[in-house]
Structures are given as structure tokens and as C-alpha cells.
């Protein structure tokens, strides 16, 4: 039973884990696949007499509604995950993204629909939104309802660690595809493939979920008639306000790490230091794999110091380490992939953010109160600080090493504030009738 604090994890909770993080592996790669090929893809769906600005900015504008329905569709499934289980909610998030992700590659172009083509890619875009806002909190309160109690760390950031190897297998599939395929033969057929190949997997990820059991606390809670009995969003926003506000601001960490150190940092490379692109991307390459390392390590940590002393020591090496990327990472190409590596390991402090959430909400409107935290708090601080960054780049290059310093060391307060023992807070698993 879940609440057996000795219990070792067992195959069952392996096969959980495994399929977990393989499902969100293949929504984060067809989530942000759109982003590989934008370049194509607004020459494609809109109209060719467009001035390259504007044509560029609509594309990205629909990339960016991806984001903005995130807190829409999270919220909405959150609900119901925590009125009719988290299994139902965890298959459905993988249909709503493999549908679309197939739909995409099927897509007519301007030139054959007119006006439509890209109505229906931002409409399609919406849902794929919509499905990743369910998925991420969703996974997190699953695996952490199975698991036992003193492994939930190790299950939080290997699966944190699976969503990274998403963004890594979609640049890996681009790169496959620009090198065998000809730019005329990606621009006629070949831009469809990665959207195929996301659907069908997806649809084979969906598949396998069919075989993984709704969580013990969604169970035990059911046969006690514990479940929320009011809205539960309306229970987190009334009665759950702390544990809002740290969840958000674990969010701004983690969205800070993974958008300015992984998803911006390539092109400050080659802009502001002079790196050629394809060396930029194999360092990035190199740090994306050690981020996925550092949210395993994190998780593992976390289990045995505690949620406190964990961020306290990551968020100090995200600070250090990021600092020396950004001041060194411009020399030498073996040094740059050591800081850029190394930069990248610290940033998987993040690894942790979902075991501090998981504890933040007691296990009624555990769900809903992730995923409003969460989905929110990306929503505004992942689609803004690109922009307040490139902003602050006008006063120094060196703003995203400031940005990311600041919220590192944001991140050690925290870690200081922290209660030394989370589990008492809301054991995820037992003892459920004295919190909920």
C-alpha cells in the first residue's frame, strides 16, 4: 500500500514511472515541435505577399496561444481529475495532444484553403495547449499517489527529467530530418513528418496508459466519500492561498531555468559571444541531457535531505555555475561545454519543484491546486521573460545571468523557508482522513 513508508518500489511502481514519463516525453516533443519548423510553417499557412516580420510574428503568435491555453485546459481537467479520478484525466490529456499533433501534419496550406489553413492550425494549436496544462500536474500528482512515501522526490524528478528528453528528441528529429531532407523537400512534404511521427507515438502512448491503475489516495478517498464536495478550484482559491503563492513562485524558478538557460541561451551564444550555431546547438544538446540528469538527482536528494536544504544547496550551484556559463561559456569550445553542462545540471534543481507542490495541497483538491498554480504562473512568467529579458539586453548583454541569478537566489529563500519536514504537512498517501 501506498502508505507504507518502507515499502521499496515494486514493478508495478517502475511500470507506472516508465509510462508516465515516456507519455510526456512524446506531449512536450509534440508540443514544441511547431517551434522547429515555424520558419517553413509561416511561409506555408499564410498569405506570400506578407512582409517576412509579420508573417514571422503570426507564426509565433499561434506557437504562443499554446501557452496561453495551457491554464484553460489544466484547470479544466484538474477538475474533474479530482472529482472522477486522475487515471480518466491522464489518458485523456495524451489523446487531446496526439490528435491535434496528427491533424497538424495533414493540415492544408494557404495556398490550397485559403484564410482557413491557419485558422485551423491556431484552433489545433489551442487544443494541443490545452492537453499539455492537463498532462504536466496531472503526471506529478499520479506518480506521486503511487509511489512510496519516501521515493516520491526520486518519482517527481524522474519524470520532470522524461519532459526534458521531449524538448531534446523533437531538436533531434529536426536535425535528422534538415539533414536528409533537401529545404525544398522539407517545405513540399517533409515538414509533416515530425507531426506524424508525434501522433502515431502518441497514440501508442495512450495505448499503453490503458494498463496503469487509478492512484491509492484517489481510491481510498472515493470509498471514504472524501472527495471535494464543493468546486475544488473554489476550496484552493479560498483555503489554499500559501501554498498558491509558493507553488507559483516555484513555477517562476523553474520556467526562469528552462526558458533563459535551455530554450534562450543558444541564440545568446551565437549573438552575444560569437559561437557558431551548430556548436551552440551541440552545447545546448550536452546541457539538456545534463538536465535531465540533475532532475533525477534532485529527486533522489530530496528524499533524503528534505525539500529545504535542497534548494538551499541547488539553487546556490544555479547561481554559481549559471554565472560562470554566461561569463565564460563564449571561449574555448571544451569550456563552453563544461560551463554550458554544468549550467545545465544545476538548473535540474527544478526536478524538485513538483515534490514541494504535491505536499503544498491536500490530496482532495490536490489536482486542481497544481494545476492552477502551475498553469498559471507558466502562462505569464514562461511567455514573459523572454521578453523582459531581451528588454534588460539593452542595458547589459549579461541580463539573462542577472535574471537567472535573481531567481536563484529567490530560490535559496525559499529553501530556507521551507518546513523541515513537508511530509507532515499533507502526507501524499496516508493518513489521508486527518487532512483532508
Not at 490529456?93 to 491556431?122: D, N, V
Not at 538551499?312 to 565564460?328: D, E, P, Q, R
Request: hydrophobic share 55%.
Amino acid at each position: 500500500m501506498h502508505g507504507d513508508p518502507q515499502r521499496r518500489l515494486n514493478p508495478q511502481d517502475y511500470k507506472t514511472l516508465s509510462l508516465a514519463a515516456l507519455g510526456g516525453a512524446l506531449e512536450f516533443y509534440d508540443f514544441i515541435i511547431f517551434v522547429f519548423f515555424a520558419g517553413v510553417m509561416g511561409k506555408l499557412f499564410f498569405p506570400a505577399d506578407l512582409p517576412e516580420w509579420l508573417r514571422q510574428m503570426q507564426t509565433f503568435g499561434i506557437f504562443a496561444a499554446g501557452y496561453l491555453a495551457r491554464p484553460l485546459g489544466g484547470i479544466v481537467m484538474a477538475h474533474f481529475g479530482d472529482k472522477v479520478g486522475r487515471k480518466k484525466m491522464f489518458s485523456l490529456s495524451i489523446l487531446l495532444m496526439a490528435l491535434p499533433t496528427l491533424l497538424m501534419g495533414m493540415l492544408p496550406t494557404y495556398a490550397s484553403l485559403g484564410l482557413a489553413a491557419p485558422l485551423l492550425l491556431l484552433l489545433l494549436r489551442i487544443l494541443q495547449g490545452a492537453a499539455i496544462g492537463g498532462e504536466v500536474p496531472g503526471a506529478w500528482v499520479f506518480v506521486a499517489e503511487h509511489v512510496p512515501r519516501r521515493r516520491i522526490g526520486f518519482a517527481c524528478g524522474t519524470l520532470t527529467a522524461g519532459l526534458t528528453v521531449g524538448i531534446l528528441l523533437g531538436s533531434f528529429v529536426a536535425t535528422l530530418l534538415n539533414a536528409f531532407i533537401s529545404p525544398s523537400g522539407i517545405a513540399q512534404w517533409g515538414w509533416r513528418i515530425p507531426f506524424f511521427l508525434g501522433g502515431v507515438f502518441g497514440l501508442v502512448a495512450m495505448y499503453l496508459r490503458r494498463w496503469l491503475r487509478e492512484t491509492p489516495v484517489f481510491m481510498e478517498m472515493q470509498s471514504r466519500q472524501m472527495l471535494a464536495k464543493e468546486l475544488p478550484l473554489k476550496s484552493v482559491v479560498l483555503n489554499h492561498q500559501k501554498a498558491v503563492i509558493l507553488s507559483m513562485l516555484l513555477t517562476w524558478l523553474l520556467s526562469a531555468g528552462i526558458v533563459v538557460v535551455i530554450l534562450m541561451a543558444p541564440l545568446w551564444l551565437q549573438q552575444q559571444a560569437g559561437v557558431p550555431a551548430a556548436l551552440a546547438l551541440e552545447a545546448n544538446c550536452l546541457a539538456t541531457i545534463a538536465l535531465a540528469a540533475g532532475c533525477v538527482v534532485t529527486g533522489t536528494v530530496i528524499d533524503a535531505l528534505g525539500a529545504g536544504k535542497t534548494f538551499i544547496i541547488g539553487c546556490l550551484m544555479l547561481a554559481v555555475f549559471s554565472w560562470l556559463f554566461y561569463h565564460t561559456g563564449g571561449g574555448h569550445p571544451l569550456q563552453l561545454f563544461i560551463t554550458y553542462g554544468l549550467a545545465g545540471f544545476s538548473v535540474g534543481v527544478v526536478g524538485g519543484v513538483p515534490y514541494v507542490m504535491v505536499h503544498a495541497f491536500p490530496p482532495a483538491v490536490r489536482f486542481s491546486g497544481i494545476s492552477f498554480s502551475y498553469n498559471i504562473a507558466y502562462a505569464v512568467f514562461g511567455g514573459l521573460t523572454p521578453i523582459f529579458v531581451t528588454l534588460l539586453m539593452r542595458i547589459t548583454p549579461m541580463a539573462p545571468a542577472w535574471y537567472v541569478l535573481g531567481l536563484a537566489l529567490m530560490g535559496v529563500a525559499l529553501g530556507i523557508f521551507l518546513p523541515a519536514d513537508l511530509r507532515r504537512r499533507f502526507p501524499v498517501g496516508d493518513e489521508i482522513s486527518s487532512v483532508a
